[in-house]
């Protein structure tokens, strides 16, 4: 599938692919305060690390089904039958370690939320506040920030795991906590005013 011809300039990363036009041009940088919608987001980030988000992306939805809609208290149940279930779906990414820290952090997730909810731990970070950033062409944007690994600091102590610093700034980037589309992008001026409302709406 190719990215449609519609004159619109996008993030060079985009390609010609329209999975990821369509992903890029809708959820990317759009501000996500649900916390387990943000559990899912950062579960797929996990399995995503050492591979293209791309790859991840056209297996979203088996990975919905097969983590039970990525539902915490659902997947911190999970048993060995249920690692050996999803080391035998070709759907997902077979990878014992992602899968088990996947059920691991559901269950940081469940301990966390006795304190906290997890979208406010994590929004916390930013004050609530995302940051629309103004970068000409990709090669500009970090792999990871100061914040960034704060985060991944705060989380490994709460026992989550594959949440390094480069992990939760694509993280942070795709749940809107940052405003990384470029300056030419068409996504830009619309991200930043959503990431505006958004801050304007926590106060």
């Known amino acids: 599938m190719t990215a449609p011809d519609d004159g619109k300039t996008?993030?060079?990363?985009?390609?010609?692919?329209?999975l990821y036009a369509a992903y890029h041009d809708t959820e990317w940088g759009?501000?996500?305060y649900d916390s387990v919608g943000l559990f899912e987001k950062?579960?797929?980030e996990g399995f995503q690390a050492g591979l293209s988000w791309i790859t991840i992306l056209r297996k979203r939805e088996t990975f919905r089904e097969a983590f039970d809609g990525f539902e915490p208290r659902t997947v911190a149940r999970y048993t060995d039958k249920d690692v050996a279930r999803l080391m035998a779906n070709a759907g997902i990414v077979r990878n014992r370690a992602k899968i088990e820290?996947?059920?691991?952090?559901?269950?940081?997730?469940?301990?966390?939320e006795k304190r906290i909810p997890f979208a406010d731990?994590?929004?916390r970070f930013v004050d609530h506040a995302p940051q629309s950033n103004t970068f000409a062409t990709m090669k500009e944007v970090p792999a990871q920030t100061e914040t960034s690994k704060a985060i991944s600091k705060?989380?490994?102590?709460?026992?989550?795991?594959f949440v390094g610093p480069t992990t939760v700034y694509a993280f942070m980037q795709s749940v809107g906590m940052v405003n990384d589309h470029t300056?030419?992008?068409?996504r830009h001026k619309p991200c930043a005013k959503l990431l505006k409302d958004f801050a304007k709406s926590q106060r």
Do not use: T
Not at 10 to 18: E, F, K
Not at 183 to 186: P, S, T
């Open 121 to 123: 731990f994590i929004w």
């Open 183 to 186: 300056r030419d992008c068409h």
């Open 10 to 18: 996008r993030c060079s990363w985009v390609g010609n692919d329209a």
């Open 30 to 32: 759009v501000p996500k």
């Open 101 to 112: 820290a996947a059920i691991s952090n559901a269950q940081a997730y469940l301990a966390l």
């Open 154 to 161: 705060a989380l490994k102590k709460e026992g989550f795991r």
């Open 42 to 44: 950062i579960s797929l």
